[in-house]
C-alpha cells in the first residue's frame, strides 16, 4: 500500500482519520492535490501491511481506492504524480513551458568577477546565476572555492541582477548558511549518495537541484531523490551531467536519452548540464541544444571572462559573447519543440 486515492469532497476530518491511522503504523502521509485527484503518499515500510490491513483502508471514508507501486521510488514515481512538477523560484517556474537557463563560473573568484558575469549573462537572457562557493576538487591542492565569501559575493550580484542564486552544498554542516544565501541548493554527482546529506536538505523546503552521480544508473539517480522528497521536500530538479563509460574523447557521456526516459518515470523536472557532459567549450553548443530537443527543462552553463585565466574548469566554460551567441540559438530550438526561452 503506497498510495491512498481520496475521493472527491472528501472532509479534513476524514482526511485526518486516515493520516492518524497510517501514523498508528510508524508511516508518513504526504499529500499530493493534482487537477483531478487528491492522493496520500504512504512513506515507511509499506511491506508490513498485510492483505486485510489494506482491505481495511480502502473501506474507510473518502478513500476512493488504495494502491501500490511497484518501482522502489514511490514519491519521485510519475505513479505518485500524474501531473509534472513545476517548481517556483521567485516567480521562475521551472518544470513549466519555459525552459530556464542557469549560467555563471564554474567557481566565484572574486566580487567583480561574478558581478561581471552576472550582468553578462542577465543581458544574454539567463535566469539564474549560477557559480561555487565551496568547490568539491579531485586533488586536494586545487581551489576549492571561497566559502562564505563567495556566498556574500554571489548574494550581491543576485541583488544587483534580479538572478536567483544556484550553489553547492558540500557539508551538511554548511546548510544553514546555504539557505540564507542559495535559492536553489545543488547537490553535486559526488554526493548524489551521500544519504546524510540527502536526508538533511530534505528536511527544508528550499528547493534541490541534485545531479546525477559519475556511475549511477536512473534508478539509483531516482532513488536519492527519492531520499529528500521522503523527508519531505518536494522541491526536487533532477540534473543530468553526463556519466563515466570507456569513452576518452570527451570529459563525460552526457546521457541524453536520460531526460525521456526519467521524464516517463517521474514528475520531477530535468535540467541538464552539457558544460561537465563534455568538458570542451566548442561542444557545449551543440549538446545544450540537443538538450532542449530532447524535452529538458533547463541548461546549466558554465561562463567565465577569462577561460584560460579561470582557477577551475576554464576549458569548458564559454565566454560571454560565445554564451550570448548560443542564447540566440537555444530560442530558435525551443520554439521549434514549442516551448519557451
Not at 541548493?185 to 527544508?204: C, D, H, K, P
Not at 539517480?221 to 576518452?248: D, K, P, Q, W
Amino acid at each position: 500500500m503506497d498510495i491512498i486515492v481520496l475521493r472527491p469532497g472528501i472532509t479534513e476530518e476524514e482526511k485526518g482519520s486516515i493520516i492518524k491511522r497510517l501514523e498508528g503504523y510508524n508511516l508518513k502521509a504526504q499529500v499530493s492535490v493534482g487537477t483531478e485527484r487528491t492522493i496520500i503518499g504512504v512513506i515507511g515500510d509499506t511491506a508490513r501491511i498485510t492483505e486485510d490491513e489494506e482491505e481495511s483502508f480502502s473501506v474507510m471514508p473518502g478513500v476512493e481506492k488504495v494502491l501500490r507501486i511497484l518501482k522502489p521510488f514511490k514519491v519521485v514515481s510519475r505513479d505518485f504524480k500524474r501531473e509534472d512538477t513545476v517548481i517556483d523560484i521567485k516567480g521562475n517556474l521551472i518544470g513549466g513551458k519555459r525552459i530556464h537557463v542557469m549560467a555563471g563560473p564554474c567557481a566565484v573568484e572574486s566580487e567583480d568577477m561574478i558581478l561581471a558575469v552576472a550582468n553578462e549573462v542577465r543581458r544574454a537572457g539567463a535566469t539564474f546565476l549560477r557559480g561555487g562557493a565551496f568547490k568539491p576538487r579531485t586533488s586536494p591542492y586545487s581551489f576549492q572555492g571561497l566559502g562564505e565569501e563567495g556566498l556574500k559575493y554571489l548574494k550581491e550580484a543576485s541583488e544587483k541582477t534580479g538572478l536567483p542564486i544556484v550553489t553547492e552544498i558540500m557539508d551538511p554542516r554548511d546548510i544553514d548558511l546555504l539557505i540564507e544565501y542559495s535559492d536553489i541548493i545543488q547537490i553535486g554527482a559526488r554526493n548524489m549518495q551521500n544519504f546524510r546529506l540527502l536526508t538533511e536538505v530534505g528536511s527544508y523546503r528550499k528547493p534541490v537541484l541534485l545531479k546525477r552521480g559519475l556511475s549511477a544508473t536512473i534508478k539509483e539517480f531516482l532513488m536519492s531523490a527519492e531520499y529528500i522528497m521522503s523527508s519531505g521536500n518536494h522541491n526536487v530538479i533532477l540534473c543530468e551531467r553526463g556519466i563515466r563509460t570507456f569513452e576518452t574523447a570527451t570529459r563525460n557521456t552526457l546521457d541524453l536519452s536520460a531526460v525521456p526516459v526519467i521524464k516517463q518515470l517521474s514528475h520531477l523536472p530535468v535540467v541538464v548540464d552539457p558544460s561537465h557532459g563534455v568538458g570542451k567549450w566548442d561542444l557545449v553548443p551543440p549538446m545544450a541544444k540537443a538538450a532542449i530537443a530532447a524535452g529538458a527543462d533547463g541548461i546549466l552553463i558554465e561562463v567565465h571572462p577569462n577561460p584560460d585565466q579561470a582557477l577551475s574548469d576554464g576549458e569548458q566554460s564559454l565566454k560571454p559573447k560565445v554564451f550570448k551567441q548560443l542564447m540566440e540559438e537555444l530560442r530558435a530550438v525551443a520554439r521549434a519543440v514549442n516551448r519557451e526561452l
